[in-house]
C-alpha cells in the first residue's frame, strides 16, 4: 500500500488516479497443453529415472518425507528391471497374478464398452491405462481391508477375485443383479469383497474411508482402509474435510489420488497442478505423502505396501499421489477427441502398465510372448463366457429385471406407509391399464 | 409407551438428551459421539456434559469444525458396524453436510441393496424465538422431509426427547433429530415479555432414570378436542397450547413428534372429526413441510372439511434479528387463524 491509502477525504480520487500507471490485472485461466490437431510432445516432462528416490521407515515424520511428495517413485526402468529402494522383490506368482489381473480387467473393459455400443446398456467406464493404480493397491493390502474406490477401481475387484459375471449382472441391471437395478452401470457395491458401495458424487468416499479407518482404530482391530479419488475431485471439500480428519486422528487410512490428467474434458491445472503436486498437499496436513509413477504396478504395491504397514503400525494416513495417464474417454458419454489431442496417449512417457510388467516378467524369464497371447485369448474367452451367461439374465431393456415393486425395498429398512401406498397405486394403475 | 418401568426425576429437555446420550452409550457399546465442542467442555447447550469423563476419547470426542467431515466420517463408521450420534452445533450450519445426508446416508440402503447401512442420529439444535438472527435461528427440517431415506424428529418435551432419542439412535436408519433449543431450559408459550418459565411443574418434564423408548412415527394427542385440529411440533406445541387455553376453544392439538414417517391415522382420524385444521411451524411458508400436512388433509380428509386448511408459519423471509417477534408464528397470529378457521 505504501502512501496510497493513508490520507484521509479524497483518497479514493488520488488512488484512481495513480492506478492509472498500474498494469491491468489479468486472470490466469489454466489451458493444456495440447489440443485436438495439436502434436502432443513430452519430451520436457521431468520424469525421474526407476531406483533414484529414497525409501524412508515406514514410521518416519512426515516432515522429512517433503522429496517424496514431488518427485516419482519408480522401480521399473526403461528394461524392465526393477531397480531401487522401493523395489518390493514380489516373488513369481504375486507377479504373474498381478499381470493376470491387469490384463483380465482390461479384457472386461473392452467386452462391457462394446456391450455399451451394442446397446446392452446404457453406460459403462473403462479404466485402461490405469490398471496398475488398482490391482497394484489391492495386491497390496490384505483381502479385509476396507476399500472405498471411485468409478475407476473396478481392478480392485477383479483382483479380490470377485466374479466377473456378478458385476456383469450389475452394468445389465438385470434379475442377477445384486442391487436390483437400482444404481446407474459400474456403481458396485460389494461388502464381501470389502468394497464400499460406489456413488455418483465425487469425493464423498473419501471422508467415509477416514471414518471406517477411525472406528477401526478406535475398536483396537488391525484392519485399515484405503479410498481413491481422481485428482479432479480433490478440489471437493469432501477432500480437504477427510485429510483434515485423518491427520487429527491419525486414522489408518491410505488417501489415494489417481492423477490421470483429465477430469472428463478438464486437464489437471484445474485441480491445481499447475501450482504444485497432488502429494504435496499432504504437507499442508502433516500427512505423510508419496508421489509415484501409476503405470508401474511395482511401484504402486511398493508404495500401497509402504502406507499400509505404517498405517498399521499407527503412524496414520498416507497420501499416494498414482501419476498416470486416462487413456480412453472419461465414459461411454464422452469424446475425448473434442478436447484433447489425438496422440496423447501414445505419447505418454510412463507408457502402458500391462506392457511394463509383462516385459518385467520376461526379463526376470519367468514369462514369455506366447503365455502372453495364451493369457489374452483365455482372458477374452473367460470374458465372453461370462457375458454370455450375464445375459442370460437379461440386459437393459429386455424386462428381466427385477420385478417393479421391489423398487420401493431398501429405502429404509421397514416400509412406511407412505411407500406401501404408493407401491400400490403403482401396481394398481398398471394392472387397470392392462399391463 | 414406556417398555421399562424406572425411577423418574423432572428434568430439562437438556439433560433428558445428555441422559438418553448416557443410557444409550452404557447399553451399546457402538454407540459414538462426536461433534464440534460435544467432548471435553461437553457441548455448547451442554447436551454431551460428562459423557467423555465416563466413556472416554474414542467414544466421545471434538471434531474439526468440518460439518462435511462430521458426517462423511460418520457414514464410514456407520459402514464399520458403529451407532454413531453426530453433533451438527446449529442447524443452521448443516448445510455443508448436506451432500453427504443427501446422497449418501439418505441413499446407501438403497443404493447397495441392503449391504450397507447408515444407523446414525445426526443431533442439531434448531428453530428460533431466542435473537439467533439469521444462522441461529432456521427450522431445515423441510430440506430432509423432502429426502427419501432420513427420518426427521422433532420432540417439544424433556419425556418425548429422550425417548425419541432413543428410539433413534437404536434406529438403523439416518434420523434427523432436531431438537427446539427454545425449549431447552424450559417450555415457551410464544408470550416473549413474561418471564421464562422453567421445565418445574410440567408433566412433560418427568422423565424416567433409565431406558425407554417412545417408538418413532407416533403422534401424540396433547389435548382432545371437538371444534378443530391443530397439527404442529417443536417449540409451537407449547405456544399452541398456551393460545387455545387461553382463548377457550376447544381445539384437538396433535404433536406430530415424527414428521418422516409420519402418523397419518392420528391425523386424519382427528381432522375427519373435527372438520378442520390448523398447521403451525417456524419454518418459512413455501414448501414447508405444512404444504405437505395440508396436501395430505385435503386429499385424505376433503369431504370431512369445513373450512379451508390454514398454516400459521415462519414468513418467507430469513429469519431477521430485531424484528423477531413479528416473524415468529405467536399468539396473535395463532388466534388469528384460529378464528378465520371457526368463521368459515
Known sequence: MGDRGNSGAGMAGNEQEQRRNLPPLRLHVPEPRFRPGDVADFSDLEIPAAGMMPRPDEGGDPANMHDLAYGLVRVLDAEGKAVGAWDPKLPPETLIRMLRAMALTRAFDQRMFRAQRQGKTSFYMKSTGEEAVSIGAAAALASDDMCFPSYRQQGVLIARGWPIIDMMNQIYSNKGDRLKGRQLPIMYSAREASFFSISGNLATQYPQAVGWAMASAARGDTRIAATWCGEGSTAEGDFHSACIFASVYRAPVILNVVN???????????????????????????????????????????????????????HGPTLIEHFTYRAEGHSTSDDPG?????????????????????????????????????????????????????????????????????????????????????????????????? | MTEAATESRQMSMIQAINSALDVMMERDPDVVVMGEDVGYFGGVFR?????????????????????????????????????????IQFADYIYPALDQLVSEAARLRYRSAGEFIAPMTV???????????????????????????????????????????????????????????????????????????????????????????????????????????????????????????????????????????????????????????????????????????????????????????????????????????????????????INKIMRD
Open chain 2, 123 to 337: 443431533r442439531s439444535p434448531f428453530g428460533g424465538g431466542i435473537f439467533g438472527g439469521q444462522t441461529h435461528s432456521q427450522s431445515p427440517e423441510g430440506i430432509f422431509t423432502h429426502v427419501s431415506g432420513i427420518k426427521t424428529v422433532i420432540p417439544s418435551t424433556p419425556y418425548d426427547a429422550k425417548g425419541l432419542l432413543i428410539a433413534a439412535i437404536e434406529d438403523n436408519d439416518p434420523v434427523i433429530f432436531f431438537e427446539p433449543k427454545r425449549i431447552y431450559n424450559g417450555p415457551f408459550d410464544g408470550q416473549y415479555d413474561r418471564p421464562a418459565k422453567s421445565w418445574a411443574g410440567h408433566p412433560g418434564a418427568m422423565v424416567p432414570e433409565g431406558y425407554y423408548r417412545v417408538p418413532l412415527g407416533q403422534a401424540r394427542t396433547v389435548r382432545e378436542g371437538e371444534a378443530l385440529t391443530i397439527l404442529c411440533y417443536g417449540t409451537m406445541e407449547h405456544v399452541v397450547e398456551s393460545t387455545v387455553r387461553e382463548m377457550g376453544v376447544d381445539a384437538e392439538i396433535i404433536d406430530l413428534r415424527t414428521l418422516v414417517p409420519l402418523d397419518i391415522e392420528a391425523i386424519e382420524g382427528s381432522v375427519k372429526k373435527t372438520g378442520r385444521c390448523l398447521i403451525v411451524h417456524e419454518a418459512t411458508r413455501t414448501s414447508g413441510f405444512g404444504a405437505e400436512l395440508s396436501a395430505l388433509v385435503q386429499e385424505r380428509c376433503f369431504y370431512h372439511l369445513e373450512a379451508p386448511v390454514e398454516r400459521v408459519t415462519g414468513f418467507d423471509t430469513p429469519y431477521p434479528h430485531s424484528l423477531e417477534w413479528a416473524y415468529f408464528p405467536g399468539p396473535v397470529r395463532i388466534r388469528e387463524a
Open chain 1, 338 to 435: 473434442a478436447y484433447r489431442s489425438a496422440d496423447e496417449g501414445s505419447q505418454w512417457p510412463l507408457g502402458d502398465p500391462i506392457a511394463r510388467l509383462k516385459q518385467h516378467c520376461i526379463a526376470l524369464g519367468i514369462w514369455d510372448e506366447d503365455r502372453h497371447a495364451a493369457m489374452d485369448k483365455e482372458l477374452a474367452e473367460q470374458v465372453r463366457d461370462a457375458a454370455r451367461e450375464a445375459e442370460k439374465n437379461g440386459i437393459l431393456g429386455h424386462g428381466l429385471h427385477h420385478p417393479m415393486e421391489t423398487m420401493f425395498e431398501d429405502v429404509f429398512e421397514q416400509m412406511p406407509w407412505h411407500l406401501k401406498e404408493q407401491q400400490q397405486a403403482m401396481l394398481d394403475e398398471w394392472k387397470a391399464a392392462g399391463l
Open chain 2, 47 to 87: 447436551a454431551t456434559a460428562g459423557l467423555q469423563a465416563k466413556y472416554g476419547k474414542n467414544r466421545v470426542f471434538d471434531t474439526p469444525i468440518t460439518e462435511i467431515g462430521i458426517i462423511g466420517v460418520a457414514i464410514g463408521m456407520g459402514a464399520y458396524g458403529l451407532r454413531p450420534v453426530p453433533e
Open chain 1, 260 to 314: 490421470n490428467q483429465w477430469a472428463i474434458s478438464s486437464f489437471s491445472g484445474f485441480a491445481g497442478a499447475e501450482a504444485t503436486t497432488f502429494a504435496a498437499r499432504a504437507i499442508g496436513y502433516g500427512i505423510a505423502g508419496l508421489r509415484i509413477d501409476g503405470n508401474d504396478a511395482l511401484a504402486v504395491y511398493a508404495a500401497t505396501r509402504w502406507a499400509a504397514d505404517r498405517a498399521r503400525a499407527n
